[in-house]
Structure formats: C-alpha cells, structure tokens
C-alpha cells in the first residue's frame, strides 16, 4: 500500500512514472533479458532465437534498404484495392440485404455462415481466374474483407432510428437522396467497424497469399527470409508487419470514434 | 415485421435461397457447356458434384477430418485453460490489467498466422505448429471475454456474497465464475473459431495435416473438380461447427 501511495505521490512531479507504466516497462525489460539469456544460452539451435544485437542489425539493414518500400508499396497497392473493391461491393451487398426483410432472410443465412469459414483456401481457385500475379492476391483480400463489410452494413442499416427514416420520406428524398443524407451518415459507425474488420483479414489473406506464391510483397519477404533460413531478417520483417498492422488497425478505430465526437 | 411475415411464411426465405443456388449453378454449368466460360478454369459443377465421392474414397477424408478435428480440439482446450486462467489472474490483479489490457487488444489485431514460418522453425513442420498457431491465434478473445464476464458481475450478487461471508476462492467458484459463464464462453467460441480458421488456414499453406493440405495437394494435382469439392466439403465443416457452438452458446444463455 506504502509503495503504491509513494508512486502516485511521484505521479505528480514525474508524469511517466505511474504504477502502470513502471510495471509496463518492466515487463518490456524482463522479455527483452530472458530473450537475450535464451539466444545466448545456446539451448536452441543457433539463430532459431537470434541476439536482439542481431534482430536490431537485421532491422536496420531491413528499413535503410530502398527494397523494402517497393515491396511495402506492392503489398500496400493490393491490399488498397482489394479493400476499395471488398468495400464497395459489400457496401452494396449490405444496403441491399438491409433495406430488405426479405432478400435479407433468403441470403443472409449463406453470408453469415459463409464469413468465418478459411478464406485462404479458396487461392487455388482464384489463381486459376485472375493469374500469379497481384491479381488474385488482390482477389482474396477482396473476398476475405466483403463478408465482415456487407454483414455490419446490414446490420447498421437495421439499427437505424426509423424517426430520420419518416424525416427523410416526409422530406419527399427520393432513393439516391436517402441514401446520402440519411443511410450513409446514420450507419457510419457499423461501416467504420465494418471496414476496420474487413481491413484486418483482407490484410492477412493478401499477405497469406503472397507468402504460398509470389516474387513481390511483404508476405514474400516473410517466406523467402524463411527459405534463406535468415532468422535475424525473419524476425525483423514480422516485427515491422505487426507494428504497421496494429498501428493501422487502431487508427482506423481512433478514426471511427472521432466521428462520434464530433457530431454528438 | 408483422406485414412481411403475413406476406412470406417461414418456408419460403430458405427455399428461394436453395433455388438461387441451384438456379446459379445451372447458369454456371450452361455458360460453360457453351464455352462461354473456359472448362479448365472452371469445372463443370456436376463434375464437381460427382467427384465429391471420389474424392472422399480416395483421399482418405474421414481420416483428414480427424486429424483437423483433433488439431482444432487440441488448440480449444489449451485456448480454455489459458485464456480463462489469464483472464481470472487479470481481472484479481487490476493494476496488472490496466498495463496489459490493451496490448492483449493490439495482440488480437495482429496478424499473427503471418508468422507460420517462424513457428515452423521453432516447432518443425509439425501438428504442434498448427496447434500452438491456433491456440495463440484465438487467445486473445477468450482473455477478453473472461475479463469482461468477470467484471460485469451484478454489483448485488457480489455482495450478497460478502453478507454469507465467503471466503475469496469462494466468491470466486461461486459467485464470479458462474455469473460470468455465458460471457466466456462467448470468447471460447470466438476464439474456436480463429482456431479453425487457422488449422486449416496453416493445413494448407504448409502442406501438412488434414483438410487444409487436401486442398492443396488436389490443386498441385490440378485435380479442379476435386478442389472444389475439397473446398465444399471444408466450407460444410465449418458451417456444421458454427451452428454446433452457436447452439451451445444459446443454450447456455438461457440456461445461465
């Protein structure tokens, strides 16, 4: 108790220093040593757990190499268009099976059941319609993010109050009209959500798919820092795929909310 | 809602959603006895439909759905104990949640299935890749989940706890645990699911296992009525465990 009062006493003079933030920082520092007793200890088989001087080096070597933008880009370009082309034919798919009850009972079903099955399984097949290169890769990103997209917009539409609904038909707004001024700003939270989520898989299954065939992207760096058995340079690409994809992810969710603030 | 089920009786949503299906499939089969569509690209789905026997004669798929089956049981289970039990010891220890909460969250959006090949260094290309790649992959829900449940027990229910004078392990078997169930086992379900995903995900990208690697050795075979009717067949097995568990999950809703 003493020594959690004398740390909140602290809290004042040094901001950083919170009971948290010390125990934060002290799980940080206590992985970061049994990592480096581990490397070093030589109960693995070498560079299985490389040195964190290696990983660092690795890193370096990683972001200071003009080759790693191009396939950044790459990637990013895959995933970018198969988000607009997930996104726009979910949307789609979600205002239709939302403004209807039943469309909505007939199909809904499949797409609900459909969304979490393993969507990498369908690369084969979509090798065999859109080629090698980023053209299926682009296609399973697309497919992976349409299910969690059109799923959150049906559901976003249903939710929405029917008094703005009254408003806009008292208002004579004809089919285009209520979906600009009354559908879309309504349901932009269920679409935000909708497009974080869908986001998240079409990241993983893009980059799924260029890690089982492809010579270009990160999911490639990935297999064929794997296939060189370059541990260090493993590491360093999957630390970088996590931290851009969580800081992505929470920023398209920061995103979402400074809506809410903003317009309530 | 009143009109609409006056209009449409129960029957017909599901009806009409089959009859598309098969309205589709002919479609697609004409297009391509026509030659619109390329047979080589596509197979024919009566071709598909016969080759469903073959392929479960041929390719050892009883056996191939166990393995995933086992694989996806195994990482459940390790996926209950863990995530409830850092769940319990996050929710006891409040300062300890306020520092983690968050990066279990970020760890939740993290691609981690990205790092297979890491895990097949570590753990060979094995069934313990595939299982400890499941497991991790759907910690982070349960954990979640567990804290949620246990946080959101009613204020009353905990202090009638306190007027019996229970001990803390009681509070917790008695009170905490049993109020938060439902909620878990949302997480468990959640985190079931990522499992499966990534089994069959992990089956097929390293070529190794159950129904995953079917799928994959079928299209290095180019056998393309046999990979679709892998693909049904894994897409049927998912759907059967989804509505399994989302039945469970609704009956211990009601139960609790």
Redesign the interface.
Known sequence: MAEIGRLTGTRNGLGFAT??AL??AA?VLTALMVWQVLAVSGLFYRD?IPSLEKIWTALIALVSHGDFYWHLGVTFQEIAVGLVIGALSGIAAGLILGGN??IA???E??LY??G???K??????MI??FGVDSGSKIAMGALSCFFPITLNVAAGMRQIDPVLIRVGRSFRAGPWQMAMKIYLPAMRHPIVNGLRLGL?VA??GT??AE??LSNRGI?FL??Q??NN?D?PR??AV?LV??VL??GV??LVARFGRLDEIKYK | MSTARLIAPRWLPPMVGLASVVALLAVVELLIRVGLINRFIVPLPSEVATSFARVIAEEGIFQRFLQTAWECFAASILLATFGITIGVVMHRLPLLRRACETWVAAFASAPLVLAYPLFLVLFGRSTTTIIMLAFLSGLPPVILKTLEGLSATRRVLINVGKSFKLTPAQQFWKILLPSALPTIFVGIRLGMIFALINVVGVEFLINFGGLGQLINELAERYDLPGVYAAICFVILVSVIFFVVTERAERWLRSAA
């Open positions: 009971p948290v125990l934060r799980f299985v009850r039943f009972a007939v199909f079903p499949y059941y459909l979490p099955t393993p990498i399984i369908f690369f084969p097949v065999m319609w998240g990241l993983i980059l799924l890690t089982k999911g990935v297999i820092a794997y058995f541990m493993l590491y999957l795929l996590f994809a969580i992810n929470a």
